[in-house]
């Protein structure tokens, strides 16, 4: 089993390498408590490839940062405001701190799921409702939160908590096929 698909991407859970086609992060209660298991992880992504993977989801929040700060009195990131909206390349140059903390309060869930595509992940699409053939039951450690965004020797860390669990798409309503 490969270890690093994407080029120079590692993660270690609990201190051990992991697979990144097997990598997600939750989606709904997001750093709220979990029932299963905490496990520390630890992601480190080249610079050089954050923006590749980046690089359309963060153009896209940008966009919509300026254009609600347009519509809105008060910016919601004024530091984004004033150094400009630069894009995520000036935003390693210049605003890394910055960078820092939008991936992660913003990004964190467009970056797992783009080193999951880089990884050679592609979820199977179901032919109708109901068709378990064709549900997603890969185990996944699924990222529960990240507390640290670091940079260091050309990567960014990502350090936090998740979970080990079984990933599913409950295809049970909806048209059946007869």
């Not at 990598?23 to 979990?34: A, K, M, T």
Request: charged share 20%; aromatic share 12%.
């Amino acid at each position: 089993m490969t270890f690093e698909q994407a080029p120079g991407i590692r993660c270690e859970v609990a201190g051990q390498p992991h697979p990144l086609s097997y990598l997600g992060c939750r989606g709904l209660n997001y750093g709220q408590h979990s029932v299963l298991p905490l496990h520390p992880f630890r992601l480190s992504v080249p610079e050089a490839a954050l923006a590749d993977l980046l690089d359309e989801p963060f153009n896209s929040f940008i966009q919509t940062c300026r254009e609600d700060d347009l519509q809105d009195e008060e910016s919601d990131l004024p530091a984004l405001k004033e150094a400009g909206y630069p894009d995520i390349t000036a935003m390693l140059a210049c605003h890394r701190q910055l960078l820092a903390e939008m991936l992660y309060d913003f990004m964190i869930s467009d970056l797992m799921d783009a080193i999951g595509r880089a990884s050679g992940y592609r979820s199977q699409v179901p032919r109708y409702w109901g068709d378990v053939e064709a549900a997603d039951n890969r185990a996944y450690f699924i990222v529960n939160e990240v507390e640290t965004v670091s940079f260091a020797d050309g990567q960014v860390i990502f350090e936090g908590q998740g979970y080990y669990g079984t990933y599913v798409i409950w295809l049970t309503h909806g048209y059946v096929r007869k």
